[in-house]
């Protein structure tokens, strides 16, 4: 069964920085695209970035650009995001997904409505002082 838990998110001060692990069981994730998304309250599902299985190159939308890192440990089986200079407008819930196909979760990261092969259940990063 395919799947993807998300950790590393909690409270971080204005400026802090996180990374957050997206673990990945039942498939490999250098055989897969992996995109992370993030949902604030009372707004819709943000695309912000993903990593393509085949060879490894990575998308960023505009806004997480200068700030976030996407990354990958085939040997852990698990995509990382390295997160910088947070401010409060970051704080959300942050997911990721997993699909075969680098095109859904571009689309995703996009803001088309997917059905990837998995979605997390989520981590909360509340960022604050």
């Known amino acids: 069964q395919v799947q993807v838990v998300e950790s590393g998110g909690g409270l971080v001060q204005p400026g802090g920085s996180l990374r957050l692990s997206c673990a990945a069981s039942?498939?490999?994730?250098?055989?897969?695209?992996i995109g992370w998304f993030r949902q604030a309250p009372g707004k819709a599902r943000e695309g912000l970035t993903y990593i393509s299985g085949s060879d490894g190159s990575t998308y960023y939308v505009d806004s997480v650009k200068d700030r976030f890192i996407i990354s990958r440990d085939d040997a852990k089986n698990t995509v990382y995001l390295q997160m910088n200079d947070l401010n409060p407008e970051d704080t959300a819930v942050y997911y990721c997904a997993a699909d075969r196909s680098t095109i859904v979760i571009a689309d995703g990261i996009r803001g088309t409505p997917i059905s990837p092969d998995a979605w997390g259940q989520g981590t909360l990063v509340n960022v604050s002082s």
């Open positions: 039942g498939f490999t994730v250098r055989f897969y695209a």
